[in-house]
């Protein structure tokens, strides 16, 4: 179980930037992911290439949230949005 998520400035400004309807599917999102990261209706997976080290859960078809474990239990939030947060 996660007890603590710590947003980035950077998460924090996408966020704000995502529809009304994808920030209620990233809440409904968050919640399952506190319980369990890999709850298999998050798709959680290592990410490769330059973003290794971190992980990535899927919100929605097209959106993700890319994030890194600081321990067991508290996690980094580094950003949210389409395919496009890989690049």
Do not use: C
Request: no cysteine; glycine share 4%; hydrophobic share 35%.
């Amino acid at each position: 179980m996660i007890r603590e998520i710590i947003y980035t400035s950077v998460f924090a400004r996408e966020y704000r930037k995502l529809s009304d309807e994808i920030r209620t599917k990233a809440e409904k999102r968050e919640k399952i992911f506190r319980k369990n990261p890999f709850d298999t209706r998050l798709k959680t997976h290592k990410l490769k290439g330059k973003l290794i080290g971190f992980w990535s859960f899927s919100i929605a078809q097209k959106y993700r949230v890319i994030f890194e474990f600081v321990d067991q239990r508290t996690v980094h939030f580094h950003s949210v949005g389409t395919h496009d947060v890989y690049q």
